[in-house]
């Protein structure tokens, strides 16, 4: 069982940064793909992005890809999502998540999941 605690969210202009950190508790996070997913209001959930087990394997949507950083530290069962030169389109409640069989990229293959962390950016 893993729990997962995001944090970091808030209220940015267009243009600046945000990283959030999601928290794990459990001592099998070190063997879980992680992904950061992302739901806008009326809209359904999106994957963002993906980092395997070691951090050896990243992965990143078309369109967050050369601003959105994902990172992890097993020794702090933490993963990170920077986010750069955020735009008013990345609006949105992120998510992450954890994925203990597969290295993937789809929200249903995703076995634990966070309460969510609101990120707003104003124009």
Do not use: H
């Amino acid at each position: 069982q893993v729990r997962l605690v995001e944090s970091g969210g808030g209220l940015v202009q267009a243009g600046g940064s945000l990283r959030l950190s999601c928290a794990a508790s459990g001592r099998t996070f070190s063997r879980y793909t992680m992904g950061w997913f992302r739901q806008a209001p009326g809209k359904e959930r999106e994957f963002v992005a993906v980092i395997s087990w070691n951090g050896g394997e990243v992965g990143y949507a078309d369109s967050v890809k050369g601003r959105f950083t994902i990172s992890r530290d097993n020794a702090k069962n933490t993963v990170y999502l920077q986010m750069n030169s955020l735009k008013p389109e990345d609006t949105a409640v992120y998510y992450c998540a954890g994925d203990s069989s597969r290295y993937s990229r789809s929200p249903r293959s995703y076995d634990y999941w966070g309460q969510g962390t609101q990120v707003t950016v104003s124009s």
